[in-house]
Structure formats: C-alpha cells, structure tokens
C-alpha cells in the first residue's frame, strides 16, 4: 500500500541511546595514542554541535586515520549490543507510525553502523530507507541526506518530518524546508526549535498533526 507521509529520524540520542558504547569504544582508541579518557557528557556535546573537528577533539589528529577507525570499529562492534538500549516505548511508537507513514534514517554515522544497531535492537524491519553520512557528499546540517531519502522514498516536502535531537538535525530540516520536531530525551540542544516532545508520546501527537 502507497503511503503518502515520511517520518525521518536520527538514531543516536533519538531512537537509541548508544552514547556510553561509543564514549567507550572513543577512550579504546584515545588509550592506545596514550592520551587521557573522555567522559560521556564531553562527547554527547561534540557529537552534536556544528563545526566541531572531531579527530582533532577525539583523537588530537586532524583528519581520522583509517587504522583509528578500524580499531573503534572492531571495538565498537564488540561491546555496544551489551551498552546500547531503546529509549522508553520507542518500539511500540515504530510498530504504530510504520502502518501509516514510510520511516528512514539519516545518522551522521555511516549506514553500516546504523542498520547493525538498528538490527541489534529489532527495529530495522520498520525502516524503508537509511541514509548514513557515507552516502552523501555533506552530513547533516546539509539537506543532501534528507534530499536523497525523499527522492527514495517518493515524497515530498508538505509530507515529511524530521525528528531529531540536535543542532545538526534541526538544521537539515530547515535547510530541506521540512518540519522539525526536537527530541528533549536526547544528548543535544535546541534553542529555536518550535515542535518539541519530552517523550516519544508527545512526538506521537505531535506526528499527528503534521501527517
């Protein structure tokens, strides 16, 4: 059956909360070019502000080695089934919106680590399209990902929301001209974001409205 909406959501700090996974597997690679651990609120902020360098802010480099990568990647891949989890009812909420709406993603992480976590928590089968940073030439606050899921999904802009946690995803939507609803629960902040849910049924209700 043809849907005529499409909800758009960022993963990390908004569907799943996986910050502690990756402050771990980051303080993995920061110990083996012996520099000192990070904690898990100094990342939560990086990962989420604009114009941030973050080799340089992680790792004290100023582009990200291959072989960095390849080591949070192995370590990563280890440890976060056991660290990441759902946020409350996030389940139930893609279970109801994926009858009436197509659902994608769109992470700053590359697409291969979000359909690994999203398989990982048994939501993957809900989404119709993922999009991470890997596939497009600019990540979020660029519209280019958001772009590319519409032209996938065949929808457009009157019928697509983002829902997301940050800076960076408030600005997709701004720049794609979609709605945006921020996600209090998450790791970023928002100071302009009209549409705000402090849970995922507000975001529901807030849904409803929009599609």
Do not use: C
């Amino acid at each position: 059956m043809r849907k005529e909406a499409s909800i758009i959501f960022d993963m990390d700090g908004t569907l799943i909360d996986s910050s502690a996974a990756m402050t771990h597997s980051v303080n993995y690679v920061r110990n083996t070019l012996g520099l000192s651990p990070i904690d898990k609120k100094y990342l939560e902020y990086h990962i989420n502000q604009p114009d941030q360098h973050l080799p340089k802010i992680f790792y004290n480099t100023e582009e990200y080695d291959p072989a960095h990568r390849a080591l949070f990647k192995e370590h990563y891949m280890h440890f976060s089934p056991s660290m990441i989890a759902l946020y409350p009812d996030v389940k139930e909420m893609l279970h109801m919106l994926s009858q009436k709406a197509y659902l994608a993603i769109a992470t700053n992480a590359s697409d291969f680590f979000a359909r690994h976590m999203l398989e990982q928590m048994g939501i993957l089968e809900h989404f119709s399209a993922i999009m991470g940073a890997n596939n497009v030439a600019e990540p979020k606050p660029s519209p280019l990902m958001v772009y590319r899921l519409m032209e996938e999904l065949g929808s457009d802009v009157s019928k697509t929301v983002l829902v997301g946690d940050s800076i960076k995803d408030e600005g997709a939507a701004i720049n794609a001209g979609i709605p945006f609803i921020f996600a209090e629960w998450g790791y970023g902040t928002s100071q302009s974001a009209n549409l705000r849910a402090h849970n995922v049924h507000e975001l529901v209700g807030l849904l409803n409205t929009l599609i």
